[in-house]
């Protein structure tokens, strides 16, 4: 089964720039979740969605970052305008489940790691 | 309060040795579940083990094993036997109740030591 699939693998931009991250998640999983991993901060939830709703966004910076999910297999996280603190490695995860007895783990893709000159 | 809190930002192992990564956790929830996941250098996020609040033993997966302290809400990874391809990132994370949001920890730094 293909994993979770980002694209793309690598972006270097200028400041000021819109950058777009893509995710595929898992078929079948109905949560979909955006990371940010820098040395500084670790590994930073941005904001989930579950059935393609998002849930919890409170953990996006500001409002340059918006992100979407126009359906179960698709979603974009969007920086406009960027920014060099914007550095950072972008983890997209799904994950099926939500009982509490669910053993189901969150699938990482490769991550998108972005520079903002 | 931290959900989950991992107290050890570096640790050092002799190969073939085994290794407890520290993880501690705080809910209310009466029922959730802890995870396990490496970081290897190359930076992708994989899956080792899992452990429910309602399981009767620790879990276990090949070299990892998980020592499940309910009442310390704790949840330390054993890791035996040791290899130089362990070296990374080790993050604890937590899913609490029916919600699907995972909580993760700060990561423990592993280097295995020839």
């Known amino acids: 089964d293909a994993g979770v699939i980002q694209s793309p693998r690598h972006e270097v931009t200028e400041m000021g720039q819109e950058v777009t991250l893509r995710c595929k998640p898992i078929?079948?999983?109905?949560?979909l979740f955006w990371y940010r991993q820098t040395m500084m901060r670790g590994l930073e939830l941005l904001i989930y969605?579950?059935?393609?709703?998002?849930?919890?966004d409170s953990g996006m910076p500001e409002d340059r970052f918006s992100a979407k999910m126009p359906n179960a297999s698709f979603s974009t996280l969007k920086i406009q305008p960027s920014e060099p603190r914007d550095s950072a490695v972008y983890f997209c995860?799904?994950?099926?489940?939500?009982?509490?007895?669910?053993?189901?783990?969150?699938?990482f893709g490769d991550g998108t790691r972005l520079s903002i000159l | 309060a931290q959900k989950i809190t991992q107290t050890q930002p570096g640790m050092f192992v002799q190969e073939k040795e085994a290794v407890t990564l520290d993880c501690t956790y705080d809910?209310?929830?009466?029922?959730?579940?802890l995870f396990w996941y490496k970081q290897p250098s190359s930076g992708e996020m994989i899956f080792l083990i899992y452990?429910?609040?309602?399981?009767?033993q620790n879990a276990t997966e090949g070299r990892y094993s998980l020592n499940f302290q309910k009442a310390r809400k704790s949840a330390n990874l054993v890791i035996s036997a040791s290899q130089l391809g362990d070296s990374a990132m080790y993050f604890c994370?937590?899913?609490?109740?029916?919600?699907?949001?995972?909580?993760f920890g700060t990561g423990t730094s592993l280097t295995v030591i020839p």
């Open positions: 995860a799904s994950s099926s489940g939500g009982s509490p007895f669910s053993n189901q783990p969150q699938h």
């Open positions: 078929s079948g999983h109905n949560s």
């Open positions: 969605f579950n059935n393609n709703v998002p849930i919890d």
């Open positions: 809910t209310s929830d009466p029922s959730y579940g």
């Open positions: 452990q429910g609040s309602y399981d009767q």
């Open positions: 994370a937590m899913r609490e109740g029916g919600g699907n949001q995972f909580y």
